[in-house]
């Protein structure tokens, strides 16, 4: 497949929370269209076994793909799921995933103990595992799975006394001696979540997210192969949703 450079870049997530990433490429490449999909209609992926996954991830990245010059999973469940697949099955197409933000997190404190929130499935994919075995020597690393946070986040609920409840529920055996020193959100649904965990950690706590390093990477990517488009206007940015009753709250977070 060949593409011109005047074609949209299209990012993905499972719902709401890539709209995060959207905006940071927006901020990074304002000439580029960007056509956003969310699959809230089967959200959460997080829950899903990793197959099911998979075949979501290919099949909607089949169809943004004959329109898009590049793929961004903004969702780190698409990416521990699908990433390697999808590059497989398009070998010159940039396909950039989501990293959980452990390199940054590192830098807080000599031996720092981090905590990864993120879903079931990030948590248990080999993604995460050679990640972790890397900087095994360099600090202690707790995970913890919060699929529920999805689904508040989805409902509008990321700042509600249920996110509340429940993050001082699944958070509770992170504190003490065992309070991390930082926190990286490696699921993209969870920075819209940022008032609720730093109210349950309190505001000094460090968290990490891998936006803006996946925006990065994209801008990276598109130069490299010289897909930037050229044009001086602004690039048209369109939010598409498997759940248009969704579109509101895209457009407030994108717009805020
Ligand atoms: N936003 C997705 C992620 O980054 C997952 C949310 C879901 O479970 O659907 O992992």
Aim: hydrophobic content about 45%; proline content about 8%; charged content about 25%.
């Amino acid at each position: 497949m060949t593409f011109s450079r005047t074609a949209p870049v299209a990012v993905f997530d499972s719902g709401v929370g890539g709209i995060g990433v959207l905006r940071e490429v927006k901020k990074l490449l304002p000439h580029e269209d960007l056509l956003y999909f969310g699959d809230d209609a089967m959200a959460p992926y997080g829950e899903r076994p990793t197959d099911e996954v998979r075949a979501l991830v290919l099949d909607h990245a089949q169809r943004l793909l004959r329109l898009a010059k590049a793929l961004v999973l903004a969702c780190n469940t698409a990416t521990a799921a699908a990433a390697q697949e999808l590059r497989q099955h398009y070998p010159t197409i940039p396909i950039i995933g989501m990293e959980p933000a452990i390199k940054p997190a590192l830098k807080v404190a000599p031996h720092p103990r981090i905590l990864i929130l993120a879903t079931p499935t990030t948590l248990r994919e080999a993604k995460l595992r050679t990640l972790l075995r890397l900087h095994a020597t360099r600090a202690v690393f707790y995970k913890c799975p919060a699929p529920e946070l999805v689904r508040l986040v989805e409902e509008g609920l990321a700042d509600s006394p249920e996110a509340d409840r429940y993050l001082d529920r699944i958070l509770a055996p992170f504190s003490g001696t065992h309070r991390p020193d930082a926190v990286v959100l490696g699921c993209t649904h969870f920075p819209l979540a940022k008032d609720a965990i730093l109210r349950h950690f309190g505001n000094d706590m460090p968290l990490f997210d891998g936006a803006v390093g996946t925006a990065r990477e994209l801008a990276r990517r598109l130069a490299a192969e010289n897909l930037l488009n050229p044009t001086e206007r602004e690039g048209a940015v369109t939010l598409t949703s498997s759940a248009p009753h969704m579109l509101p709250l895209y457009h407030k977070l994108f717009y805020a």
